[in-house]
C-alpha cells in the first residue's frame, strides 16, 4: 500500500466500491421497501406556483408529478443516516470561520502511472488538511472542449482522470462542490446528437431556427454576452440545416429551458449530483440559463425562478446542499442572486473583488476597494459572499462596472498585457469591444514577471492581496495556482492558443514536492504565508462569514476592516497596506468604534496598546495586521 489508498486500486476494486458508498452516506441502489417520499403539501405548492410561472399551469401539473417522481428516487437512495442528519441540520449554521474552498481540477496535479483523481486525494490528505473544509472540482466529466466545460454526459467521470469511487474517497475529508454547467452542453453530447437525428424526444432541447432571417437584427444586438463571436451556429441535421443558439462557443449549445422536459432532467442531474457526494453545486454562468428572443438572454426573471425551483427541492429532500451561482455581470445584477438572502443561493461568487483588489495594488490605492467593501450587507444567516481572487477562468472585469470607470478598467487591462497576460473582449450593444476577463495568473497580474524587484517585496505583495480575501465578510475560495503563487503558463498558451490555459497548467505531483519542501522556493514561502493566514482565520470567531463589518478609512494606501464576532465577545481589526512605502494607521478607539484594549497579532504575536489613547503602529511595506481585542487577546 501507498498513502491512504495504495496503488492496488484496481486489484481491490469491490473493497473500495463498498468503503466508498459508506462514506458517501447514500445507498448505491435504492431502498423501495421504505415507504416512499411525500413532500408537505406547502411544499408542492411552492413547486406547482414556480412550474406555473414558467410554463403555465396545465403543464405545472405534469411538472409537479414529474418532479415528485424525480424526489422520491433520490430519497430511496438516502440513509437512514443521511436522513437523520439531514432532519436536524440547521441552515443557519452551514458556514463558519472554518470555512475555505479550494479550487482545482481534478487532473491538476499528476504523477506518472496512475489515475488524476487518486493523486490529488493524496496530495489533499498530506498538505490541504486543516486549510480547507472544501475542495471545488472543477468539471470532471467526459467533455469536448474549455478544460471541460463542454459536458458530453453529465453522469460519468472523465475515465482519463478517474471514476465515481475515487471522488468518494476524496469526500472521506473534505466537503465537495461540484459544477452543475447546465446553461449548455456539448455538441458532440448524446443530447445533441439525438437532435441532429431529429430524435423527437430531443428536438426542443436546444433553441433553434430554420434561417438567418428568423432572427432580426435588433434582437442579437441587445444580447447581453462574455464573447465577440456569433451566437447562432450553424447545424446540419436530419431535417436540413438549422441555426443553434451558442452562447459560448460553437462547441457548447445553449439548452432550452423553455421546454420544462429539459429542467426535469437537468433536476434529476441535479439530484444525482447530491447523491455522489456533492456538498455545494455550483450553478455555472448561470446568468444565461433562460434564452429568449428581444431579451438581453441575460439574468432573466425565468432564471432566478428556476434557481428558487433548485432551492425549494433540495431544501425539502438535501437540505445540507448550498447552491453556488457564478455570474460575472454587474455587481448588483450579480447580488440580485440572493433573492431574499433564504430562497435563491446561498453562496453567490463576489466578482467585483478581484479587480478591485488588482486595481488598489496598481495604484496603491485603496479607496476604491474600501468604498466598495464598505456597500456589502450581511445577506441573512443564510447566506454569504465566496470571496475569491482567481480561478480557472481568470479575473473578470463585468462587476467592477460601474465601479471603476472605462479608462480605468482600460488601464488595468494594459497593465496585464505588460505582465504577459491576455484580454477576453465582449461585443457590446453599440458594436465596440471591451475587456471581459482578465487572463492572467494572480502572481503574474499583481508581479511583473520579469521584475528585478526583489524577491521577497514581490511575495510580500503577494501575499497581502491574498489577505483581504481572507478577511472579508463570506468564505474564501483559492485556485490551487493561486495557493502556490504560480507564474503564466505561457507554453499552454503557445500550444492551445487558448487565452485561459495560461492558468490552467497541470502541475508534476514530485516536482510540486520538491519545491514545497525547499524552503528558498517561492512555491514554499507563498504556501507557507497562505497557509499561516488559513491557519489562524480558521480559529478566529471574529472571521466567521457572517461576523458583522465595518469599512474604516484612516489612510488611501490602507484597507482596513473591523470585524466583530457573531457573540459580540471579540474585535478584529484587519488592516492590509497595499503600497510599497511603510504606512502608520492611527485610529482614536472613540471615533472609530474600538475598545480601549490591548490587541494582539494573530498571525505573529506582536501587542500593541490603545488603551488611554489612539491605536498606532506602522504598517510596513505589503504588510499585513491581524490585530484582535477581546477575552483571549
Known amino acids: ?49 414556480k412550474l406555473a410561472s414558467l410554463y403555465g399551469e396545465a403543464r405545472a401539473e405534469e411538472g409537479l408529478a414529474e418532479i415528485e417522481r424525480v424526489m422520491r428516487v433520490y430519497y430511496a437512495h438516502k440513509t437512514a443516516a443521511m436522513i437523520e442528519m439531514d432532519r436536524g441540520f440547521d441552515p443557519a449554521g452551514r458556514f463558519s470561520e472554518r470555512d475555505a474552498i479550494l479550487i482545482t481540477y481534478g487532473d491538476m496535479v499528476r504523477e506518472p502511472h496512475r489515475a488524476p483523481l487518486l493523486t490529488l486525494v493524496e496530495f489533499a490528505k498530506e498538505r490541504l488538511a486543516g486549510l480547507f ?28 482522470i478517474g471514476d465515481w ?62 464573447r465577440t463571436t456569433d451566437v447562432l451556429t450553424p447545424f446540419d441535421t436530419l431535417g436540413g440545416r438549422r441555426l443553434v443558439w451558442t452562447t459560448f462557443s460553437p462547441d457548447q449549445v445553449d439548452l432550452n429551458f423553455q421546454n420544462p422536459k429539459v429542467l426535469f432532467k437537468v433536476i434529476a442531474v441535479l439530484l444525482f449530483y447530491v447523491r455522489h457526494g456533492a456538498d455545494l453545486v455550483r450553478l455555472d454562468a448561470v446568468t444565461y440559463l433562460w434564452d429568449e428572443l428581444g431579451t438581453t438572454g441575460a439574468h432573466l426573471e425565468e432564471t432566478h425562478i428556476i434557481i428558487r425551483l433548485m432551492r425549494a427541492i433540495l431544501d425539502a429532500v438535501a437540505p445540507h446542499v448550498a447552491l453556488v451561482t457564478e455570474t460575472n455581470v454587474p455587481h448588483a445584477d450579480n447580488i440580485r442572486y440572493f433573492g431574499d438572502g433564504t430562497d435563491e443561493a446561498q453562496i453567490v461568487y463576489n466578482f467585483a473583488l478581484p479587480p478591485l483588489v488588482l ?26 459572499y465566496f470571496n475569491f481572487l482567481d480561478s480557472h477562468d481568470g479575473i473578470g472585469v463585468m462587476a467592477a462596472h460601474g465601479i471603476l470607470s472605462m479608462e480605468e478598467i482600460d488601464a488595468m487591462a494594459a497593465r496585464v498585457l505588460d505582465n504577459g497576460g491576455h484580454i477576453s473582449y465582449r461585443t457590446e450593444v ?54 502556490l503563487g504560480s507564474e503564466n503558463d ?105 475598545p480601549d484594549a490591548q490587541w494582539t497579532d494573530i498571525l505573529d504575536g506582536s501587542r500593541f496598546d490603545g488603551r488611554d489613547g489612539p491605536l498606532e ?4 511595506p505589503y504588510g499585513v495586521r491581524w490585530l484582535r481585542a477581546g477575552a483571549n487577546a
Open 165 to 226: 469511487d475515487m471522488i468518494a474517497f476524496l469526500r472521506r475529508d473534505f466537503k465537495l462542490m461540484f459544477d452543475g454547467v447546465f446553461n449548455h452542453i456539448s455538441s458532440r453530447s448524446r443530447w445533441f446528437r439525438e437532435f441532429l437525428n431529429q430524435n423527437p424526444e430531443y428536438i426542443d432541447f436546444f433553441t433553434v431556427f430554420s434561417t438567418r432571417e428568423a432572427v432580426s437584427d435588433d434582437h442579437l444586438r441587445i444580447l447581453f454576452r462574455p
Open 1 to 49: 500500500m501507498r498513502g491512504p489508498i495504495g496503488r492496488d486500486w484496481r486489484r481491490n476494486v469491490k473493497q473500495a466500491a463498498d468503503y466508498a458508498a459508506d462514506i458517501r452516506l447514500h445507498s448505491g441502489n435504492p431502498d423501495y421497501t421504505r415507504p416512499i417520499y411525500h413532500p408537505p403539501q406547502e411544499v408542492r405548492l411552492d413547486i406547482f406556483k
Open 133 to 160: 473544509s472544501t475542495i471545488h472540482l472543477l468539471p470532471f466529466f467526459p467533455s469536448s472542449s474549455d478544460r471541460g466545460f463542454s459536458v458530453m454526459d453529465f453522469e460519468q467521470v472523465d475515465p482519463a
Open 430 to 483: 453599440d458594436g465596440t469591444v471591451s475587456p471581459y476577463e482578465l487572463n492572467i495568473t494572480w502572481w503574474s497580474a499583481i508581479n511583473r514577471d520579469r521584475s528585478d524587484e526583489d524577491e521577497e517585496l514581490r511575495v510580500r505583495r503577494y501575499l497581502a492581496s491574498r489577505s483581504i480575501a481572507l478577511a472579508l465578510m463570506g468564505v474564501p475560495g483559492i485556485y490551487l495556482h493561486g495557493l
Open 617 to 620: 503602529l506602522t504598517i510596513e
Open 490 to 594: 505561457t507554453r499552454a498558451f503557445d500550444e492551445e492558443r487558448d487565452r485561459r490555459a495560461i492558468n490552467r497548467a497541470t502541475l508534476d505531483k514530485n516536482h510540486l514536492l520538491r519545491a514545497l519542501n525547499d524552503p528558498s522556493s517561492r512555491t514554499a514561502r507563498v504556501f507557507a504565508g497562505m497557509r499561516a493566514m488559513l491557519l489562524a482565520r480558521s480559529r478566529e470567531p471574529c472571521f466567521h462569514p457572517n461576523a458583522l463589518q465595518r469599512v474604516l478609512h484612516a489612510d488611501s494606501g490602507l484597507f482596513v476592516l473591523l470585524r466583530r464576532a457573531p457573540n459580540g465577545s471579540a474585535f478584529l481589526l484587519a488592516t492590509t497596506n497595499v503600497t510599497p512605502r511603510a504606512r502608520v494607521l492611527s485610529l482614536k478607539a472613540s471615533g472609530a468604534g474600538l
Open 359 to 384: 486595481h488598489a495594488f496598481q495604484t496603491s490605492d485603496a479607496s476604491r476597494l474600501s468604498a466598495w467593501a464598505e456597500s456589502l450587507e450581511l445577506v441573512s444567516d443564510r447566506a454569504t
